[in-house]
């Protein structure tokens, strides 16, 4: 997508922006041991953010004097879906303490798959139910990972379900 | 003895089944265009910390296989390559496919894979001891050059400017000193947060920026429809196998030696392989770009062969090959090994192993590539808009399960978004990845070289310029970054105005 002969829209903040990142590490660098010698712990951090730095510069500079691209607008760059996608994970990663595991992720799957495939509600909610008993299936029972449980009682339900297996449920 | 674990995968029904499982996920996530084999192995290392160091290595060794190999099916098949190693196969391959010969196609791809990957791995297996015990005498100086040639390489090659190359190289080793000085102990760019000490997990960068940058971009062409194909004959003839030898073990000895080199991979051996086959192709019978079978041979030999390349540098001296060896580096680093010319001599049986599980790939790649093919076409077809919310469930969950902290999904968000725009404006991140993995070499390598000519820079310059292979080093080096300055194109002009010059003399 990316035509080096032309500029995106966004593209000349984005490389001022890493000019001023790179030039806060820098400076975050000298702050580390000093120019003291070559072999402190701040000399390759030196180095390597004045390279940032140096080049960053030379990017934007770069950057500046290309001609604006005529084929992509501003919907092109940040269409509707990236923008709600990364709204979403942003919501989905704030709640997942909280609310836990299963909720967060069913409300996710659902609220997504339904933007992206523009279908019925309960299609999405039908796609996002199977996809997280599978998701469950493989990375919590096989994976053995440990999500958090937030609201669903999740041990005491997988403890009873064991149990019934066992013909001691009650 | 520590040759017996090279069938140690084979006879292990449980590791069997793993390097089997690896291969097929492999082939659909490499098919899958937007999936890619590095987004693959990025989310699913975190999912693997737990286990045994032979079942995590062997999964992702069927991955990786079959994810370069998966590729291809996409390229012929849409015209989309699923890979970017699979970019060249697109060129010959869909023209076939368009002539309704989709089905030889994959089958002749298949079968030039499975003879390149296994090209690959004769060449690991024959060249990692040697390379290894001819390591052992690098000095750290060596080791600091080298690293830098990968950074440099990756960033020059597989981008539109070096420039942003090194950017993003320098990036990813400010993001790799993050933390307590391994040294001294002293705080880098933690900003006063304790939790910062540790450094940030390479796994949360990774899975941000291959997992969820790549699902951002990818959501970009979310409406563009599945093309259906129709598959006929899909195993090859005896005789094509056999026309295409010469040229397929060219197009090998291509890949291993881009594969071997560090920060190069499958993709710019593919390119290369397809441009030797153009080259040396004399009478095609069908025009390059038109479904010549040579543009297809060529790439898809090349680009498995790679894969054995790029265990070399990996292996034998610490420096991953390419982005999804920098990711196995970095989770045998968490399983406890050290990769590098200490590792074939304490731990040889682990190489062996490798070997094994890399060859009972390509097996599996061969069975599966050949077979299965219309639950192949249905997989692809799939609407991608039912997939990517997947794979970003799985990736916030991937960043959550390595240390069961929300600061690592926080990070992996964080460089999801900077990933997402640095791919937008061209910045290549293959380079930020082995920045983070080789940061740690870098900084201890450069630490003892110059303590050892007694911080004195004259003293490492000197070291350098006496020693053959650091000189080699140190001016392939030179010869990359001049390359990248305006003079470059200036002499190539110059001397392309000469010769015409010299030819009327």
Known sequence: MHDPSRRLPGERLFSVL????????????????????LAEPGSFPIFVTGVMAITSVVIALRTFRLPHSLEHGWRAIFPGF?????????????????????????????????????????RAAGFAALSLILVYVVFRLVFSVLMPEGLVPEREILAYIAALFSGGGK | MDFAHFFMSWIDPQLLGLVGLGTFAGIYIGAIPGLSVTMAVSILISFTFGWEMYDALALMIGIYMGGVYGGSRTAILLNIPGAPSAIATALDGYPLAKKGLAG???????????????????????????????????????YLLLAVLGILLVGSLSGESLIKGVFAGALGLTIGCVGLDPLTAEERFTFGHVELWGGISFVAVMIGLFGVSEALMQLQ???????????????????????FLPLSLQSSA????????????????????????????????????????????????????????????????????????????????????????????????????????????????LLFGLTGIRLFVKVVELPRAMLFPLILLLSIIGAFAVNNSLTDVYWMLGFGVLGYFMKLYGYQLGPVILGVILSRLIDDNWRRAIISERESLGGLMHGILTSPLS??????????????????????????RRRPGKDEA
């Open chain 1, 18 to 37: 890493m000019v001023a990142a790179s030039l806060f590490l820098f400076h975050t660098a000298t702050g580390i041991s000093g120019f003291a010698g």
């Open chain 1, 82 to 122: 990236v923008i709600l996608t990364a709204i979403l994970m942003g919501f989905y990663a704030l709640a997942l303490k909280p609310v836990g595991f299963l909720p967060t992720s069913f409300l996710f799957l659902t609220l997504s798959t339904w933007a992206m495939m523009r279908c019925a509600l309960w």
């Open chain 2, 104 to 142: 030889e196609a994959i089958g002749l791809s298949t079968t030039m894979s499975a003879l390149g990957g296994l090209v690959g791995i004769a060449v690991l297996g024959l060249a990692a001891p040697a390379v290894s015990e001819f390591a052992i005498r690098f000095q750290p100086r060596d």
């Open chain 2, 221 to 243: 062409h979310i409406d563009t429809p599945a093309v259906k194909q129709k598959i006929s004959r899909v195993i090859p003839s005896w005789r094509a196998v056999v026309k």
């Open chain 2, 254 to 365: 291509i890949g291993v030696i881009i594969g071997a080199l560090p920060g190069t991979g499958g993709d710019i051996a593919a390119l290369m392989a397809y441009d030797h086959a153009k080259r040396v192709t004399r009478n095609p019978k069908v025009p390059f770009g038109k479904g010549a079978q040579e543009g297809l041979v060529a790439p898809e030999t090349a680009n498995n062969a790679a894969v054995g390349g790029a265990f070399i540098p990996m292996l034998t001296l610490g420096i991953p090959g390419d982005s999804v060896t920098a990711i196995i580096i970095g989770a045998m680093f968490i399983h406890g090994l050290n990769p590098g010319p200490m590792l074939m001599i304490e731990r040889p049986e682990m190489f062996w192993f490798i070997l094994g599980a890399l060859v009972l790939a390509v097996g599996f790649m």
């Open chain 2, 471 to 496: 000189l080699t080093l140190f001016l392939a080096v030179l010869a990359i970054l001049f390359t990248s300055t305006p003079l470059w194109p200036m002499l190539k002009t110059r001397l392309h």
